[in-house]
């Protein structure tokens, strides 16, 4: 094939400007490692990218409201554990234990406004709020879920014993219903809702709390209420309503200690609620390692799909740059010769 | 027996040759980086004597009269011109689509500037907004955001895809005004041109010149145009009177392989030549309504006219369909073209994705979007609390899908504290509230996240071809790698096509460019060649001033 001076020219221009724009290219990913500047440079990579930004970002919304929930139910269990020490305190040699038929009236007084003030504390506690909401309130964290009206408890506006409302008509949902509420948050179990446009309860983390469950409600068998605020009420208008100066009536006692036992059964079941709460923690704490794992593994993925290995970005700059040296000075002897530069 | 003056006229024709041969070599020398320049040759032919086979010729030794120059010829092959106009528009389409498809991925993608701690990352806008949007959403369950901050970020998001389908639209207009004004101007003044060269070449070569330089200019206008329309050029033989032949150009559209269409559309003819003209409607080719969201641009070739050119013939009949090649043919896909939405249920999709399979897919994922939200947004009464709507003919706010585009969907105005309903929990009694259940809010954020939406042609989700079936974070994310993608192929496409074109520029240029070895030789043979013949015309000299000044003078001492 002829080769003229004006193909050697012009091949020759476009090769430098190919080798310098190649060379152009591997200085930019040398800058930033990057594999593509914009997805047509490779669009699997930025596929595989946009996917993992995604995916880090999600990571990041889990690990956010893990976080939070921890710190709430870390103060719900510190709460817990105040009611159970002032539910013991009720029940220790001094007040509860003291109760036999030799107690005088004097006495009497004393015990019956001891168990009154530990009956307000409680309320008081079962009413504490961390990060302006309620925590014990179940779905209702901005009003106090229980209140004192006379000697009565109500919680969520339904008296704790009889189930109804203030006005004795029944409520929407039964104390029973509450006890079952559920407030859902998404730690990244993946959400499903059921047909009926439920939450399914595996695949996301139930933060509600409701004090009835942990205090109790309702009647036991033998009549008695199974709220610790309500029968530390009873017990002490017992005390305080007893006709005898100097001790109290078989009678008397066999109703105080009846309420005292199912006090005690009462107190087991907060214990029960405390340990739920615990497991609550415990399996926040395993999602919290989880959700970091996956966070190193997500950043590993995204160095992997989105930038090149330093040594192979400078290594490719330095070969380039190379290739462009060398089509510049070998440019220079080519393109300078030709028979007119020998004829005299 | 030769005459006494027949070795000088001999040796005059061949200083003359050399002459001329030498004045070719510099022309050539001159013009070797001339854009377009063919590289010239003398045609020389020896003479036979002049009275061969007369009644009185001469015989035994006759010799012949010298050397004649007939006249200068150009090197150039016009098969390799044909396929240098096939590829070049191929080359013209391909970089014409890649540059639009590279401006509209600018819309959907950025690069953040790289800080101390960290490499900059690609940000797929549309991607990321949505991230965003499901991050406030369970910020929101969490307490840790209000209902304003999920609005707000409703609102950017919605304000993003606004702001993309402006962006296409800005790119469709651009590219409507480079075709209707900038390329068909050029196209049109490179016809008339060369139907103008035609006639001075025409009448150059009846009175016997040959006019290289004059074709060389027209050969170059032809290449220029052949980016714009596939052409197909010939040369017949005409008549020119007198015996004389002369040739004619003739220019018609071309397929892709460079073949003239059948019917053909005659571009130019001699000197006469054609008007292009660009418009656009909302009817479709055959005059029809369109039902497409956008205009659509129609190409229409007048008749031949000579050269006042002021009226042009009738319409040629020329339709958008029979332009097959060029960068008007890359124009009229971007333009017209919508890939899957031009098809039919159950169809291939053959037609190209230009700018309107964009903006129509970016309205698809608008009214999914608005769907999810608004058909999760009812309260525990059944009411429909509309999130995103658009707007219908009247200017009025609408949340019926069809009313619904990417260019107009916005927060409802109806939208305050309150209108998000977060769960269907009732409470208690009346004075029981249900704060802390968020389990709309849930439901909506698993559906953004994981419910599977049909991205169909069709606003009913089944009757027209479906793009994507899965989730809605897959469809907001897929518009840059679709596009990406689309622009990669056609990125090979025209990386090819380069270098098919330079290959065959190369072939060319081999053939018809100026090789300075080549012409240094020439100088070197055409030199001694005159060096020769001058010597030649001395000794003739010399012989005569023998023969007249010295023969038959004996004795005169």
Same mark, same amino acid.
């Given at each position: ?38 997805? +047509? ?296 010769? +030709? ?6 | 027996?030769?005459?006494?003056? @027949? ?103 950025? &690069? ?13 806008? %549309? ?206 896909? %971007? ?6 939405? @031009? ?44 999130? %995103? ?26 939208? &305050? ?48 071809? &479906? ?91």
């Amino acid at each position: 094939m002829r080769i003229t001076t004006h193909m050697m020219m012009n091949n020759y221009r476009n090769d430098v400007e190919d080798a310098f724009s190649s060379m152009n290219k591997a200085l930019q990913h040398t800058i930033d490692y990057r594999k593509f500047e914009r997805p +047509s440079d490779d669009p699997v990579a930025a596929s595989q990218t946009f996917d993992v930004h995604w995916m880090t970002g999600l990571n990041n919304d889990y690990t956010a409201n893990v976080t939070d929930q921890k710190a709430t139910i870390t103060t719900a269990e510190k709460v817990l554990q105040h009611v159970d020490k002032l539910l013991t305190n009720a029940d220790t040699t001094d007040t509860l234990k003291a109760v036999n038929g030799d107690i005088n009236s004097n006495n009497r007084e004393v015990l019956a406004n001891q168990l009154t003030d530990i009956r307000n504390e409680i309320v008081s506690q079962m009413n504490s709020m961390y990060s302006g909401n309620y925590l014990f309130g179940g779905s209702n964290d901005s009003d106090p879920p229980f209140q004192m009206k006379g000697d009565q408890l109500y919680y969520r506006g339904i008296n704790v014993d009889t189930g109804k409302l203030e006005d004795g008509s029944k409520p929407k949902i039964t104390l029973d219903q509450l006890t079952n509420e559920k407030t859902y948050v998404d730690i990244g179990l993946g959400i499903k809702v059921n047909k009926d446009g439920s939450i399914n309860a595996q695949s996301a983390f139930d933060s509600a709390m409701p004090g009835i469950s942990y205090i109790g409600y309702g009647v036991d068998a033998d009549g008695n209420p199974k709220n610790v605020c309500s029968l530390l009420t009873k017990i002490s208008n017992a005390l305080k309503s007893s006709s005898n100066e100097d001790t109290l009536s078989t009678s008397e006692l066999n109703n105080i200690q009846s309420y005292i036992s199912t006090f005690r059964n009462s107190h087991d079941d907060l214990r029960n609620g405390q340990s739920a709460v615990g497991q609550k923690l415990q399996f926040l704490d395993s999602t919290s390692n989880y959700l970091t794992d996956v966070n190193l593994n997500l950043a590993s993925k995204d160095n992997e799909v989105e930038f090149l290995s330093p040594y192979d970005a400078i290594e490719s700059f330095y070969s380039q740059s190379y290739c462009y040296s060398s089509s510049l000075k070998v440019g220079n002897q080519v393109l300078q010769q +030709s028979l007119m530069d020998y004829l005299k | 027996m030769s005459s006494t003056f @027949d070795g000088l006229r001999i040796a005059r024709s061949g200083v003359q040759a050399s002459r001329d041969n030498l004045n070719i070599t510099g022309q050539n020398i001159t013009n070797s980086e001339t854009e377009g320049y063919t590289r010239q040759r003398v045609d020389q032919s020896s003479l036979s004597p002049s009275e061969y086979g007369g009644f009185w010729a001469s015989t035994g030794a006759t010799c012949g009269d010298g050397v004649r120059a007939k006249g200068v010829t150009q090197l150039r092959d016009t098969f390799l011109d044909g396929e240098y106009r096939t590829q070049n528009a191929k080359d013209g389409e391909s970089s014409d689509i890649l540059n639009a498809l590279y401006d509209m991925e600018n819309i959907f993608t950025s &690069t953040t500037t790289a800080d101390s701690s960290s490499n900059s990352s690609a940000i797929n806008v %549309l991607n990321n907004e949505f991230g965003k949007l499901v991050s406030i959403l369970e910020s929101y369950t969490n307490k840790n955001a209000s209902e304003s901050n999920v609005r707000e970020e409703t609102k950017l998001l919605a304000s993003d895809l606004n702001s993309a389908a402006t962006a296409l639209n800005t790119i469709r207009e651009h590219q409507y005004s480079n075709f209707s004004e900038n390329s068909v101007d050029n196209v049109n003044g490179f016809m008339k041109n060369i139907a103008a060269l035609n006639q001075r070449i025409k009448a150059a070569e009846v009175a016997g010149s040959p006019v290289l330089e004059l074709k060389d200019q027209r050969n170059l206008m032809l290449d220029k145009l052949s980016k714009y329309v596939g052409i197909h050029v010939e040369y017949t033989r005409q008549d020119a009177g007198a015996g004389q032949k002369v040739d004619n150009l003739s220019v018609s559209l071309a397929d892709k392989d460079g073949n003239s269409l059948k019917p053909p559309f005659t571009l130019i003819d001699g000197n006469q030549f054609a008007n292009f003209t660009v418009t656009r409607d909302g009817n479709n080719e055959s005059g029809a309504a369109s039902t497409k969201p956008f205009d659509i641009t129609h190409v229409r070739l007048s008749g031949l006219s000579s050269d006042s050119g002021k009226t042009f013939g009738a319409d040629s009949g020329l339709k958008n369909s029979d332009i097959k090649s060029g960068s008007f043919s890359g124009y009229l896909k %971007l333009l017209n073209e919508s890939g899957e939405y @031009d098809t039919a249920a159950g169809n291939i999709t053959t037609t190209a994705r230009g700018i309107g399979f964009y903006s129509q897919l970016l309205d698809t994922i608008s009214q999914s979007f608005a769907r999810m939200l608004n058909q999760d947004n009812i309260t525990e009464k059944g009411e429909q609390h509309g999130l %995103l709507g658009g707007y219908d003919v009247n200017g009025d706010e609408s949340f019926d899908l069809k009313d619904i585009t990417a260019e107009n969907i916005h927060i409802a105005s109806t939208w &305050t504290d309150g209108w998000l309903v977060k769960s269907k929990n009732p409470g208690t009694g009346k004075d029981d509230n249900t704060n802390a259940s968020y389990s709309n809010i849930i439901n909506i954020i698993s559906d953004l996240k994981d419910k599977p939406v049909t991205l169909n042609t069709n606003l009913d989700g089944k009757s027209g071809v &479906t793009i994507l079936h899965d989730t809605l974070q897959k469809g907001f994310a897929g518009v840059a790698t679709m596009l990406g993608e689309d622009a990669n192929s056609m990125q090979v496409a025209d990386t090819t096509n380069s270098q098919l074109l330079n290959n065959i520029h190369n072939d060319r240029q081999s053939v018809s460019s100026v090789s300075l070895d080549d012409e240094a030789v020439s100088i070197i043979q055409f030199s001694q060649s005159l060096n020769a013949s001058s010597r030649f015309m001395t000794a003739v000299d010399e012989c005569l001033q023998t023969i007249i000044n010295n023969m038959g003078l004996t004795g005169r001492g």
